[in-house]
């Protein structure tokens, strides 16, 4: 999710594009049990995908998240992610293998001065989306972009930790369903004449043979996000 804006503009964006995840569980309670089922099912969504919308606890009177997921081949995922007049503002492609989901390609879109759509391919550096065996709250998943932003050159480096946070139930409306929590530490750098960086928290919640229903980021002070999962069609 690129535009020309601040970068806090930038950091309020890509909080939500790259699930890192860094989870913690209590001593003693880990067993090695598969959370496969706890991703977005794309086996069982329709040709076009779902789309899954996201309302922002935060401030309820702003824009949804919005997000399609569509399988568009074996193992293959693709997650495109739209702005408030339903541009396309990142399109990420991710494969499912043994032990989880990573990403294979991420691509970020603009529009510049003209108001042309522009994108940049984003480096993927440290690919982990997903663990389906997260392991106790020792074991951090790491994933790690970067990219060069058109016009000014900044250097954007972003680096999400994931550690799992354990099993959690979720209420979905009146009815609970069973649900994974991650718990997430991220870093976002900039460098143009120096590097400046800024660190959040947060933690990310997903229900099983539904995906991602819940997550949260805490910048500083009382700034921060926390999304639900609103509709999903």
């Not at 880990?30 to 991703?39: G, K, L, V």
């Not at 396309?88 to 001065?113: A, C, E, K, P």
């Not at 960086?197 to 996000?225: C, D, H, M, P």
Request: glycine share 8%; with cysteine.
């Amino acid at each position: 999710m690129i535009r020309y804006r601040t970068t806090l503009g930038i950091m309020c964006q890509f909080v939500m594009c790259l699930f890192l995840f860094n989870m913690s569980c209590k001593p003693g309670e880990f067993e090695a049990i598969n959370y496969s089922d706890y991703y977005f099912p794309v086996d069982d969504f329709p040709v076009e995908g779902m789309e899954y919308t996201y309302r922002n606890l935060s401030d309820p009177s702003s824009g949804p998240e919005v997000w399609r997921h569509l399988k568009i081949g074996d193992n293959l995922i693709e997650s495109i992610n739209y702005g408030p007049t339903m541009d396309i503002v990142m399109r990420q492609y991710d494969r499912v293998v043994d032990n989880g989901v990573v990403t294979d390609s991420l691509l970020l879109f603009y529009r510049d001065t003209a108001r042309i759509q522009r994108q940049i391919k984003a480096n993927i550096i440290s690919p982990y989306r997903f663990p389906f065996e997260p392991g106790d709250s020792t074991k951090v998943w790491l994933s790690h972009i970067d990219w060069f932003q058109p016009g000014d050159s900044l250097h954007v480096v972003l680096q999400r930790r994931r550690r799992f946070g354990g099993n959690v139930p979720y209420m979905m409306g009146d009815k609970s369903v069973p649900a994974v929590r991650f718990i997430t530490e991220d870093t976002f750098e900039t460098e143009k004449d120096g590097w400046t960086s800024s660190s959040w928290t947060g933690e990310e919640i997903y229900a099983k043979n539904i995906g991602l229903v819940y997550y949260k980021r805490k910048f500083s002070g009382q700034l921060g996000i926390e999304f639900y999962l609103e509709t999903r069609k």
